[in-house]
Each structure stands twice: as structure tokens, then as C-alpha cells.
């Protein structure tokens, strides 16, 4: 196993070259800059864990200020290795958020290792939209992502332009940018 150290450094790198980089996410420069993105690594091995960790951190998002951290990428390297899997704790996820109360304040947006969006091939080069080093839970608050998106032309246009951006990677591009996916 990695030491968490150089697990955040991985995180911090696909960060800055691939969603940064590629302007996948047109608003994660400014916390990024900002210091203002907190990697939580965690190495949980069961689910159970995984919950209390993901409470955690959704309590300390509903605690602190959002100039100290606006948003959570909670990074698991130990836990949900499968997609299926990974998948259906979603479901878990999505239930805190109803049990207490947290809808409309916190959202989960999911990254993996094997990300595949439904009804997509898996190879095809959308899923490295998603695509991550390890499964991340990224936690935002609703509140910032609703102010992003209102100073956003056509942010609806976004997930397109992504595909397209994936699409037109040469191999190079993407064994350089996806080294976990496309070297050995």
C-alpha cells in the first residue's frame, strides 16, 4: 500500500493536468488555487468505515468555512477497487445524504479507476471524463456549485465539450495524462 502522502500527490497531479489541465471542470481552478481543496485519503477497508469517514467529512464541510474548504475529494485506496461496487455504495451515500437532511446542501460527484457511464462502451473516451487514480467521492456544497454555474455561459454545453476534449487525445496524450490506465 502507498503512503497516503504520495496518494494526495497523485490526486493533487491528475488534478492539476487532467480536470485543471483539460478544463474538464471549468470551476476547479480557483479553489485549486486557493488551497481551498481538501484531500481526505483514506484507507477504510469496509464500507461501514467508509460511511462514518464520509459523515465525517460532510460534517466538517457544514462546519467550516467555505474560504478554508470549499470542496472534499475523499479518496479511497482500500475500499470499492470495483466499479460495480463503487457504484452501489452510492446508494449508501445518496441515504446520509437524505437521513440527515443534507440534500440541497451537499452533492457527490464520482470518480474511478473503471468509471463507465451507463449505456457507454467501456473503452469508449468519455468515461476518462471520470476517470481517476483510485474511486474518489468528491464532495461539493450545492450553495457554490449553484454560484458557479450561474456566472457560466452554457453550462449545460459542458459535459459535451468534455467528450470531445477525451475524444481527440492522441494515445501519447493519454498515456502520459492516464499513466494508471495506459502503462503498465
Not at 95 to 102: F, N
Not at 121 to 137: C, V
Not at 145 to 157: G, I, M, W
Request: proline share 5%; hydrophobic share 40%.
Amino acid at each position: 500500500m502507498k503512503p497516503a502522502k504520495q496518494v494526495e500527490q497523485e490526486i493533487r497531479r491528475w488534478l492539476q493536468q487532467v480536470v485543471i489541465g483539460l478544463n474538464l471542470c471549468p470551476f476547479a481552478a480557483r479553489p485549486a488555487q486557493e488551497d481551498a481543496i481538501r484531500i481526505k485519503v483514506s484507507d477504510c477497508g469496509d464500507q461501514a468505515s467508509l460511511l462514518q469517514v464520509l459523515f465525517d467529512e460532510l460534517e466538517l464541510l457544514r462546519e467550516i468555512s467555505t474560504s478554508e474548504v470549499e470542496t472534499t475529494l475523499l479518496v479511497l485506496t482500500d475500499v470499492l477497487q470495483d466499479f460495480d461496487g463503487y457504484n452501489q455504495f452510492l446508494d449508501l451515500s445518496d441515504q446520509l445524504l437524505i437521513d440527515r437532511g443534507w440534500q440541497g446542501m451537499f452533492q457527490i460527484a464520482t470518480f474511478h479507476p473503471q468509471y463507465c457511464f451507463a449505456g457507454v462502451a467501456g473503452d469508449a473516451a468519455e468515461n476518462l471524463t471520470n476517470r481517476s487514480p483510485y474511486p474518489i467521492l468528491h464532495l461539493l456544497r450545492e450553495e457554490s456549485l449553484a454560484r458557479a454555474l450561474e456566472s457560466y455561459p452554457n453550462p449545460e454545453e459542458i459535459p459535451q465539450r468534455n467528450i470531445r476534449r477525451m475524444e481527440a487525445l492522441t494515445l501519447e496524450e493519454k498515456n502520459e495524462l492516464f499513466p494508471y490506465l495506459f502503462t503498465e
